[in-house]
């Protein structure tokens, strides 16, 4: 039996939070199986607190190199991924994409041949880069009367979102290509499911088979699960969990700093029981009802708090250039300690450096 804390200090191991890590953003990436990515820059907060001297164009160089991609995979939601996990893993996602379409838009799309469209719009986005609003405009010429005609072509045809989207510094409408058109290579055969798995547990684990479906999206998992060698555990609550053969479990006493998460990390994500980093009592806090998953401070391992950066107006005078202040809000859920504090306050100067280092003043304040 493993006990809550067990679990927590395994999953903070394996997604690379107890100690930042001396590896490359892409391994980084590759081995988290994607980060969410469903607003472009807290990929690059989320690579900053889990590496040693990560620097924004370590990530910016990745996506405009065509190594790593933007696109829908997991959940159905736009997740950042190496050109390699893109291939294989979009087609094991096909069929919660189907899903989503049919219980989002089947009604508006009825007698509509999806092949047709997806055939059109390959040949469009063959051209150029389009937006949906565009791809939807030019779809219609075809399809005159019809809606949804865009989101049918996200579900039907793997889109990667292209740059500057997603490029630290940078501007720019999301805009889609095919992805075998834009990294040159074909899809897998979606065979990889099982593959997934594993490296989900690398990651994530140990976990259940509910675990992995809150976490993919996909149903009918327990099937694959009894096709792979694993080890077995029950949680607290006597649900069983599954972990790979030898996988690290660094005990309920290893140490966790203080960690600054950004906006949609995966830690919230993936598990169907969040109670192994996050109180109930504080999900509605973090999590919003139009789908915003807040950034959030780890102190001890678990979720204790919210950051944002404020940008604050420097007026100056005449003669001088008007500039901000990046002003980092730290809100806890609970009073903290003076040693916690402290923590808190030299990790996020280190925040405020790299995700505010064109500010011309820095400040942090702790809220309540």
Not at 54 to 79: K, P, Q, S, Y
Not at 200 to 213: E, H, I, T, W
Not at 336 to 352: K, P, Q
Request: proline share 5%; hydrophobic share 45%.
């Amino acid at each position: 039996m493993l006990t809550r804390r067990e679990l927590n200090r395994a999953l903070l191991d394996r997604q690379m939070l107890l100690r930042r890590h001396d590896a490359k953003a892409l391994a980084a990436i590759e081995h988290l199986v994607g980060m969410q990515s469903q607003a472009p820059l807290p990929a690059y907060v989320g690579l900053w607190t889990r590496l040693l001297d990560f620097r924004h164009e370590d990530l910016a160089g990745l996506l405009t190199d065509r190594a790593a991609v933007r696109i829908a995979l997991m959940r159905g939601t736009i997740h950042l991924v190496s050109a390699d996990d893109c291939l294989a893993l979009r087609p094991v996602m096909q069929p919660l994409l189907d899903r989503l379409l049919r219980t989002s838009y089947g009604r508006r799309l009825d007698g509509v041949d999806l092949g047709e469209v997806a055939n059109a719009a390959r040949a469009l986005m063959e051209e150029r880069p389009l937006s949906f609003a565009e791809l939807e405009e030019l779809l219609g010429q075809r399809w005159p009367g019809r809606d949804a005609l865009a989101q049918a072509v996200r579900a039907v045809v793997p889109l990667v979102q292209v740059p500057p989207r997603g490029v630290w510094g940078a501007s720019g409408q999301a805009r889609h290509v095919p992805a075998e058109s834009w990294l040159g290579r074909p899809l897998g055969d979606g065979s990889a499911a099982g593959d997934m798995v594993l490296r989900y547990l690398r990651a994530f684990g140990p976990a259940s088979v509910k675990d992995m479906q809150t976490w993919s999206g996909l149903t009918g998992l327990r099937s694959v699960v009894k096709g792979l060698d694993l080890v077995t555990y029950r949680d607290e609550n006597g649900v069983e969990l599954f972990d790979l053969p030898g996988a690290p479990l660094p005990g309920p006493d290893a140490e966790a700093p203080v960690r600054f998460l950004p906006e949609f990390d995966n830690l919230l994500l993936s598990h169907a029981d969040r109670t192994r980093v996050m109180a109930e009592e504080h999900r509605l806090r973090v999590f919003t009802v139009n789908g915003i998953i807040r950034a959030t401070i780890l102190v001890d391992g678990f979720v204790a708090g919210l950051w944002r950066i404020e940008r604050e107006r420097i007026e100056r005078r005449r003669t001088e250039r008007a500039g901000e202040t990046a002003v980092l809000e730290i809100e806890p859920f609970a009073p903290l300690g003076a040693a916690t504090r402290d923590a808190l306050a030299a990790e996020g100067e280190r925040l405020l450096e790299f995700a505010a280092g064109d500010a011309s003043a820095r400040d942090i304040r702790f809220l309540g």
